[in-house]
């Protein structure tokens, strides 16, 4: 994305233009949107770099490969995470999104043709050094796509991470990222448990399949099918990502077959409640012959001789 001087803050751009789409694309029925590219090189998003007050400009292109016209409607959209991890947009743009500017929103494509729509990413003058992660979003036809916009703003960048809220449960290891600097993630993960008298788990660190965007937190598991039978066991969780971000978190856990215990139980309850009733009937008294017979009570008055 080249740059444009910091006062061309008009957008300047030329008008929609209409292209032949290739022979290629006509088979395909369903309209895309693209970077636009110079002959056969593709982009699979939107690069762009910048001071804070610099303005810069691109071309997104959608093609239209169907037999009737296309009416598509353009916005810019701030990215983030859903809860697990996954890509996803914000309802409304406070970012990335609201700094895009498009030389038209509403484009109507003519059939079998491409339309160029040129737009620009203006930062503004107090925008934060790092990663501002946004999408360009096209809707037509009761279809929406979208093309992802990788913006940094120039300046010193923080990388920093926290896993927090270790849980296991359920033959899995739960747990919380929280991205707390200025740059995107991609982190590594790597799992150890010491039970009582040896290590029963020791993962090295792997690639989550996680983009974790700045400020953002995810909720994430780790599968755990082979756990311990008996044992009691702390888990230490341990993630990093480039820029030199690091942390550790762990919990403890103990594993217990509950389903024997809970047998043993049972027979130990009825073995005390028998040797209960035992003790009971041996200690019980004889009962007399006389028991239960009406008797008199006798005063004795006066001198015995």
């Not at 409607?73 to 409304?92: E, H, I, K, L, Q």
């Amino acid at each position: 994305m080249p740059f444009v001087p910091p006062t061309a803050r008009v957008l300047c751009l030329a008008a929609v233009a209409l292209l032949a789409v290739a022979p290629t694309a006509a088979a395909d029925d369903g309209w895309s949107v693209v970077p636009s590219a110079g002959g056969r090189d593709a982009r699979p998003y939107f690069y762009a770099e910048g001071a804070p007050g610099t303005v810069l400009q691109d071309t997104v292109s959608v093609l239209n490969p169907g037999g009737k016209p296309l009416t598509v409607r353009f916005r810019g959209v701030d990215a983030d995470n859903t809860r697990s991890g996954g890509f996803s947009v914000r309802t409304r743009a406070t970012d990335t999104g609201a700094w895009i500017t498009f030389a038209e929103r509403t484009v109507r494509i003519p059939a079998r043709t491409r339309a160029d729509v040129p737009f620009t990413v203006s930062v503004p003058a107090g925008a934060t050094p790092g990663d501002h992660p946004g999408a360009i979003v096209a809707s037509a036809a009761g279809r929406t796509a979208a093309v992802r916009v990788h913006l940094r703003v120039a300046g010193p960048t923080l990388s920093a991470l926290t896993v927090e809220h270790v849980r296991v449960t359920g033959g899995r290891i739960s747990y919380e990222l929280v991205n707390r600097g200025t740059t995107v993630l991609t982190p590594k993960l790597a799992v150890r448990a010491e039970g009582l008298f040896d290590e029963v788990l020791d993962r090295a660190p792997r690639t989550l399949p996680v983009e974790l965007l700045p400020g953002r937190r995810v909720t994430l598991t780790e599968p755990w099918p082979d756990p311990p039978a008996i044992d009691s066991v702390d888990v230490e969780l341990t993630v990093t990502a480039a820029g030199g971000a690091h942390d550790e978190a762990g919990a403890s856990a103990r594993f217990v077959p509950w389903g024997a215990v809970t047998g043993a139980a049972i027979g130990l309850a009825a073995c005390a409640a028998g040797g209960h009733w035992f003790v009971r009937r041996r200690r019980r008294p004889r009962e007399s012959p006389d028991a239960g017979q009406p008797r008199t009570e006798v005063e004795l008055t006066g001198a015995l001789t």
